[in-house]
Each structure stands twice: as structure tokens, then as C-alpha cells.
């Protein structure tokens, strides 16, 4: 089992930054990647970013890319993304998972067994 646990969330306006993180405990050793997802109401959960815990690699979906940078410290067990020229279209809850496989796409749902609770991201006009 691995706990996650997001913080960072809150309000911004348009065109200003944030940063999220996500700690994770328990069985970190078998994490092979970690991902963040958000979820805006009334909209279906959509892949945001992730980064493979071994190597840092890391993935964006295009409407993120050169916006928002994934990152990692492996000491502390902790992903972080830097959110930058946020949008009101940013606005969700955002999530943080992680994977303990290779099998499946970075960027699906349900490749993903493990989730943190969510945190509020609002962007203000």
C-alpha cells in the first residue's frame, strides 16, 4: 500500500502560479511512476502530468506543456508540480497517483492504483 497526500492547493488569479505537492508513505520502493490528474465539475478525471520515479522522465498533456513542470525528490518521497500562467480553465481538483507497474499508458486512469485525496485549484479571471 502507498499513501498520498496532497497540499498546495488554493486561489490564484489568472496568469499567476502555484505549486502542488504530493508526499507519499508506506511502500514507496514499488512506485514506478507518479502522475497528477485534476477534475474540474462535471468533467470526466484528465491526465495533467507524470513523472517515472527512476529515471525522470516526465510527460505533460498538451494543454499543460510549457505551462506546468513535474518534478520529483526522491529523498523525501514527494512530487511537486509548478503551475505557471494558470488559466481559469485550470480551475479542478487536483490529484496526485501512483503506479507500481509499466504496464499501460502514463496518462490513463485507471493505470494508476493509488490516489491522494485531492486538493483545490481555482484561477480566477
Known amino acids: 500500500q502507498v499513501q498520498l497526500v496532497e497540499s498546495g492547493g488554493g486561489l490564484v488569479q489568472a496568469g499567476g502560479s502555484l505549486i502542488v505537492s504530493c508526499a507519499a508513505s508506506?511502500?514507496?520502493?514499488?512506485?514506478?511512476?507518479m502522475g497528477w490528474f485534476r477534475q474540474a465539475p462535471g468533467k470526466e478525471r484528465e491526465f495533467v502530468a507524470a513523472?517515472?520515479?527512476?529515471?525522470?522522465?516526465?510527460y505533460y498533456a498538451d494543454s499543460v506543456k510549457g505551462r506546468f513542470t513535474i518534478s520529483r525528490d526522491n529523498a523525501k518521497n514527494t512530487v511537486y508540480l509548478q503551475m505557471n500562467s494558470l488559466k481559469p480553465e485550470d480551475t479542478a481538483v487536483y490529484y496526485c497517483?501512483?503506479?507500481?507497474?509499466?504496464?499501460?499508458?502514463?496518462?490513463?486512469?485507471?493505470?494508476?492504483?493509488?490516489w491522494g485525496q485531492g486538493t483545490q485549484v481555482t484561477v480566477s479571471s
Open positions: 497517483a501512483t503506479r507500481t507497474t509499466p504496464w499501460g499508458l502514463l496518462r490513463a486512469v485507471n493505470s494508476y492504483a493509488y
Open positions: 508506506g511502500r514507496t520502493f514499488s512506485m514506478y511512476a
Open positions: 513523472i517515472k520515479w527512476n529515471d525522470g522522465s516526465t
